[in-house]
């Protein structure tokens, strides 16, 4: 009785988000890393760069941002005349949090010359520092794209170190890391290895430089998807925030997908549920804005991001 009672408030609060969307004329974009029913009742899901560009071109009056702030606020950057929402405020991403506007301003001076990369992780206010974004996805493809050779890469230096052996470029790395990816060691992929000698390990460049260096390959997770619908291995061992299997299983049901490590979860991508989107979308609530000084030199820096061809 229980159980049924709660899958019909389950289902209540689906029809009420539905009528709500069509009503408000909202879109909801989940990231992967959203909690498998936040992801089923979005209209996208993706990554970094795919939710960036679909909230820049989205034909919406409301954007629901079911991931983290800096996701929600790259939004409102992109898209200054809609309602970017965010379902749960707490949800924040602490890498972004590893540098602020003063100590980038600072790491300028010490390097005059050199372009400023900013992983797409950061706050509008880095941003708006910055000559321009990266994410995962595009990483390599956008520092090569910059005219200048030295280049200031922030806040990831797992990202940076990443990037820095696959480009001819001197990059200089801010020592930020994410939580989640920095917890897995060397061992754990070893230990996989071990016991999934069979399988291939595809970590996130988030990871550390010698996780990487031991995993078979590291992509972001929209090329985590791509590479699982086209490798003929049957297991995957995934070295990312756990929700990505609920996507990956969706796009490749005939693939076997193994979490690296159950310490890969992050708890700030967890804060969002199913409640929270409908009080949002109900309500209006939890907008997220960005003064216009800053808007207006953070989306130069994401646009450019956007034109890389
Ligand atoms: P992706 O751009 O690969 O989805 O990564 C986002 C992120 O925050 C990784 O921790």
């Known amino acids: 009785m229980r159980g049924r009672r709660r899958f019909m408030e389950k289902q209540e609060i689906l029809e009420r988000i539905e009528q709500l969307k069509r009503e408000k004329n909202a879109v909801i974009l989940a990231h992967n890393y959203q909690i498998e029913e936040v992801q089923d009742v979005a209209d996208h899901v993706g990554d970094s760069f795919e939710l960036s560009r679909i909230a820049a071109d989205a034909d919406a009056d409301i954007i629901v941002f079911c991931g983290v702030h800096f996701m929600a606020e ?22 972004a949090d590893m540098i602020d506007a003063d100590q980038l301003r600072e790491f300028k001076k010490q390097h005059p010359g050199a372009a400023v990369a900013t992983y797409i992780n950061s706050t509008a206010a880095v941003k708006a520092e910055s000559d321009i974004c990266i ?9 090569n794209s910059l005219s200048e050779e030295t280049v200031l890469f922030v806040p990831d230096g797992n990202l940076a170190h990443f990037v820095a052996q696959r480009t001819a470029k001197t990059i ?28 291939v390990i595809v970590v996130h460049p988030e ?43 969706k796009e490749c049901p005939d693939k076997n997908f193994i979490l690296l490590s159950p310490k890969l ?40 991001m956007l034109a890389v061809k």
């Open 74 to 95: 790259s939004a409102a950057i992109l898209s200054p005349d809609k309602t970017v929402l965010l379902p749960d405020l707490n949800a924040g991403c602490p890498l």
């Open 265 to 304: 979860i992050c708890p700030n991508m967890k804060y969002t549920n199913l409640e929270k989107v409908l009080n949002a979308l109900e309500k209006k609530e939890n907008v997220i804005t960005v003064p216009d000084e800053i808007r207006e030199r953070a989306v130069l820096a994401l646009e450019r």
């Open 135 to 143: 994410t995962s996805a595009n990483a390599v493809k956008v520092v």
């Open 172 to 199: 200089i790395p801010w020592a930020g890391y994410c939580n989640t990816h920095h917890r897995v060691t060397a061992e754990d992929v070893v230990k996989a290895r071990e016991l999934y000698p069979e399988a």
């Open 207 to 249: 990871c550390r430089p010698e996780v990487v260096a031991l995993a078979d390959v590291a992509l972001g997770t929209g090329g985590m998807i791509s590479y699982s619908r086209e490798t003929k291995v049957k297991d995957i061992i995934i070295g990312t925030e756990m929700g990505m299997l609920h996507r990956l299983k």
